[in-house]
C-alpha cells in the first residue's frame, strides 16, 4: 500500500507561503526534527487558518512539523490523540494531513514504498501506522503544517489510490472500545493537552 497518498487537491502556493510568515515566533530555525502545537495559535482570518479550512473533514489538531537541513526523523510509527483516536482511513478515524509550506529538492518521506518528495502547493496523507523516515539532505528548511483530521466522505474522495481495507488502519482490538465503538470524536485537541508522538520526545517536552 502507500504510505504517502496525495491529496486530489491543489494548495495556493501563494497562501502558503503566507501562512509560513505567520507562524509563532520560535517555530522555526530550530535544530533537527520538531513538532509545535498549533492549534491554539491560529488567528481567525490569517492565512493559516485559511489553509487549514481548505483540507476537508473535522480537524482534530494542528501542529507545525520542522526539519533542519541535513538531518531527519529516523523510521518510526505514531500514535497520536494519547491513544484515543484510531488512526485510519475509515470514515471517522484520525488520518494526518501535510501541507508542505517550505520545502526543497532533497527532502522526502521514505517508508516502504521508496522516497516520496512532498511539494509545497499539494497536501498529502500520512500513514503513520507504517514506518516512515522523515529525510532532508538539502540546505535549507523543511516546514510542514500538520492537520490531524477526522476522514470523512469528502476527504476519502481526494485520496487516490485509497488502500485496501486491510492496510488502511492501525491494529486494534474491537474489544478495547467501551460498546463497541471504534471513534470518540473529541473535537479540537488543545496544544497542551496533545503530545506529538507516544514516545513524548524533546519536541513534547518543549511543547
Known sequence: MSVVIKLDLRIDTELASAALSELPDGYLGRSGWNGRGLSSQV???????????????????????????????????DKRGNGQWVMGLD??????????????????????????????????????????????????????LLRDTFVDAELLALLDPIPHASARH???????????????????????EEDCCEEKCDACEDE
Not at 517508508?111 to 538539502?138: F, I, Q, R
Open 91 to 144: 470514515v471517522g478515524e484520525v488520518v494526518g494531513i501535510h501541507i508542505p509550506l517550505q520545502t526543497n529538492e532533497s527532502s522526502f518521506m521514505e517508508s516502504a514504498d521508496g522516497p516520496v518528495p512532498m511539494e509545497v502547493g499539494s497536501a498529502y496523507a500520512l500513514c503513520v501506522w507504517h514506518p516512515h523516515k522523515a529525510v532532508n539532505g538539502g540546505a535549507t528548511e523543511r516546514v510542514h
Open 170 to 192: 492501525e491494529e486494534y482490538s474491537i474489544e478495547d472500545q467501551p460498546n463497541d465503538d471504534r471513534i470518540v470524536n473529541f473535537g479540537s485537541i488543545g496544544d497542551e
Open 43 to 77: 488567528k481567525t482570518g490569517s492565512s493559516l487558518e485559511q489553509l487549514l479550512n481548505s483540507i476537508p473533514g473535522e480537524m482534530a489538531r494542528a501542529a507545525c512539523l520542522t526539519l533542519s537541513p541535513e538531518s531527519e526523523k529516523e523510521m518510526h510509527t
